[in-house]
């Protein structure tokens, strides 16, 4: 019995709406946990989150609501345990093309005699003051997310998720569009056939498909959900940014600076 409300709606195809960080400081978490998101996802794969970046959006999202969850950098038993150490409630890892590669991710998030994860006092377990209830409890309240970005990850899908452990697939459409020779070209008929077919693998196996809505708009949105996806992210906190801003200045009739 998972005590995480998002591995917990994971296990049961339940819709969480999140949104990616890419700034790593406490004040973004802060000012993204009054909206409503059920999860905040920290992209330490693209940028320059560390576990320092990451700790300190963990804190400002804590007793806020949303869930903290990363993209570790790489698929990688110290990347995925420094993560979790720093309070992560999920992890979800990149690059993931086959089985093997989905089962090396799962026993890095796990402790035994499921996993390899290490055991530490650290800010995960309140350094050590909730070491005991931490341990009995990490393996069933950690989710574990594996990415599927690569023609080589659609291909195997289906032993993708039928490796144990594995809560559900996220699709990175950029590079999935890159991987069929169509970067950037997401709505491509040969990158949306991809899509469906990884949405389909999974509602046939009974695990959460994933899905990065960059731009969302309630067409965008609507389409995600209504093809099967209900672990979606919206958007990014430098888009929103940047967005806000060019709409602020187009306010004043000024456009953005060539």
């Not at 993209?71 to 990347?79: C, F, Q, S, T």
């Not at 989710?143 to 594995?166: C, H, R, Y």
Request: with cysteine; glycine share 10%; hydrophobic share 45%.
């Amino acid at each position: 019995m998972t005590r995480n409300p998002v591995r917990k709606a994971l296990l049961e195809r339940a819709l969480t709406l999140g949104t990616w960080v890419q700034v790593g400081h406490a004040a973004i978490a802060e000012v993204l946990a009054t909206v409503g998101f059920d999860w905040i996802c920290a992209d330490a794969e693209h940028t320059d989150i560390g576990p320092a970046e990451f700790a300190a959006l963990a804190r400002g999202l804590h007793g806020r609501g949303p869930v903290p969850l990363v993209r570790v950098r790489e698929n990688d038993p110290l990347a995925i345990r420094q993560m979790l150490d720093m309070g992560a409630q999920g992890v979800i890892v990149p690059l993931v093309n086959s089985a093997a590669e989905a089962e090396a991710a799962v026993r890095a998030a796990k402790y035994s005699p499921r996993g390899v994860r290490g055991f530490a006092f650290h800010r995960g377990n309140q350094w050590g003051a909730g070491f005991a209830d931490y341990v009995v409890h990490a393996n069933d309240d950690v989710a574990v997310v594996v990415m599927v970005e690569s023609k080589s990850a659609v291909e195997n899908i289906d032993a993708i998720l039928a490796v144990d452990g594995v809560d559900g697939v996220f699709i990175g459409p950029y590079d999935l569009s890159g991987s069929y020779g169509r970067p950037g070209r997401t709505a491509d008929p040969v990158v949306r056939d991809a899509c469906a077919r990884v949405a389909a693998a999974c509602r046939s196996a009974g695990k959460a498909a994933g899905i990065h809505v960059v731009l969302p708009t309630p067409e965008s949105v609507g389409q995600a959900i209504a093809e099967g996806f209900t672990f979606v992210a919206l958007g990014v906190d430098t888009v929103f940014l940047r967005d806000a801003a060019r709409q602020a200045l187009a306010a004043t009739g000024r456009g953005p600076r060539p």
